[in-house]
């Protein structure tokens, strides 16, 4: 079936910022987090 796929936004409540590693510009969340990998994430505080 043709269809395009992966096109959303998806918004993932609830993780936690674990450690920020500015040498390798590296961030590590816990919790799942949506997509594939090597995809672009776009982290924002909540409101």
């Known amino acids: 079936m043709a269809g395009h796929m992966g096109a ?3 918004t993932a409540l609830n993780l936690e ?3 920020v ?3 390798k510009n590296v961030v590590l969340l816990k ?3 949506p997509g594939a990998k ?3 994430l776009l982290i ?3 409101s």
Do not use: C, L
Request: a neutral charge; charged letters at 35%; aromatic letters at 0%.
């Open 38 to 40: 090597g995809g672009i």
């Open 8 to 10: 959303r936004k998806v």
């Open 44 to 46: 924002e505080k909540a």
């Open 17 to 19: 910022v674990v450690e």
């Open 21 to 23: 590693d500015t040498a």
């Open 31 to 33: 919790g799942a987090v």
